[in-house]
């Protein structure tokens, strides 16, 4: 008996070991946010360490990079410290040639594609000129225009606003409302002899006439602008002509007339235009110089004088900051390649669309947002 009272009983042992079970679930409770923490933490580690190890075996990207970065630093261009990381996954567009306008039936099928998921936005800074329903209306008397110039065999380029537009946000100016092209002096004759005839309307939706000292082409099934003969949408187009002596247009007007050399427009670069590609000059930046000589210094973000779908001056056009516009609308940036060329990368806000190479120069206050004219 005296043995029995010596020795403790099992089940006196019971809340001791109940309250070390309890004591040892709490710190496995306590200790799991900071354990799951540490190995969040190893992974970015290892995959820094990796990347790393991968930049410093690859000498010449880094070189690049570098080259890079100290140009954009130098030029004072926005957001252009990328990560390789960050260029690598950047999605870059297939520049088609000028040859694909009438060959390639799909040459518009992954720009469009990307095109299709823009929102359509205004901004209370500075209000777009179309709805959204003219903007379609706009795109598809364009797409006419291209096919039957195609037919035709005509060569033209976008210019004038419409150039500014593709330029500077890779589509129609958010507060422009018509379309401007030149197109090679002899075209004039045939789109005369096509209206006359009765194809352009018949076959293409579109019309052809004179006015004073414009040439245009309208969207036959619209509405007649009062008192004028021709509906909108509408393009304005001009002639020029390339020869021994330069390349020059005819403006009638005389407003805009310029003279230069033909390596500024040729070879032909395709450029985005909202859901289209469609051919511009070379160097599009300093043939604007050229051509607004004389009354822009500086590309502002400014409603026009003029009303083109009621064809009627447009009283108290609204100026703003394009720096308001950030978040609103989009615009392209530049930075050069190490190799020569650019790199024009497409953004709403901080967020990129797509990017695009050209050999095409790269200028100093080029960019959003200032935009400074070169002059010759």
Not at 91 to 108: A, G, M
Request: with cysteine; hydrophobic share 35%; aromatic share 12%.
């Amino acid at each position: 008996m005296q043995g029995n009272n010596t020795g403790a009983h099992p089940l006196d042992a019971y809340p001791v070991m109940k309250l070390l079970r309890v004591y040892l679930f709490g710190l496995v409770l306590l200790g799991m946010p900071s354990y799951l923490l540490y190995l969040h933490l190893s992974g970015q580690i290892y995959e820094r360490f990796a990347l790393a190890i991968s930049n410093v075996t690859n000498v010449g990207l880094m070189a690049a990079l570098d080259q890079t970065i100290a140009a954009s630093i130098i030029s004072g261009t926005p957001n252009l410290t990328k990560t390789t990381t960050e260029k690598s996954t950047q999605k870059f567009l297939r520049v088609p040639s000028v040859d694909e306008l009438c060959t390639n039936p799909h040459i518009n099928d992954e720009l469009s594609g990307i095109y299709s998921t823009f929102q359509w936005k205004s901004s209370e800074h500075l209000p777009r000129m179309l709805t959204e329903h003219q903007t379609q209306m706009m795109h598809e008397f364009l797409h006419s225009v291209m096919r039957a110039f195609c037919d035709l065999k005509i060569e033209w380029m976008i210019y004038y606003g419409s150039l500014l537009g593709a330029y500077i946000s890779h589509d129609a100016l958010p507060w422009d409302d018509d379309l401007d092209l030149i197109l090679e002096e002899r075209g004039l004759d045939i789109l005369a002899a096509e209206h006359k005839n009765g194809t352009l309307s018949a076959r293409y939706n579109v019309s052809y006439v004179i006015t004073g000292r414009l040439h245009k082409l309208y969207w036959s099934p619209g509405k007649k602008i009062k008192p004028y003969s021709w509906a909108w949408p509408f393009m304005d187009i001009i002639a020029y002509n390339n020869s021994k002596e330069g390349f020059r247009n005819i403006d009638r007007s005389k407003g805009h007339q310029f003279k230069t050399k033909a390596d500024l427009v040729y070879p032909l670069h395709m450029r985005p235009f909202g859901p289209v590609w469609v051919p511009a000059p070379r160097d599009p930046w300093r043939m604007m110089g050229l051509t607004y000589k004389k009354g822009m210094k500086e590309f502002l973000c400014s409603e026009p004088h003029y009303d083109h779908i009621r064809e009627r001056g447009r009283k108290g056009a609204k100026k703003n900051s394009c720096k308001d516009l950030h978040g609103d609308y989009r615009f392209v940036y530049r930075e050069p390649k190490s190799d020569g060329g650019l790199i024009e990368t497409l953004k709403l806000g901080d967020e990129t669309l797509y990017s695009i190479e050209y050999e095409e120069p790269f200028y100093e206050n080029v960019n959003p947002y200032q935009w400074k004219m070169v002059f010759m």
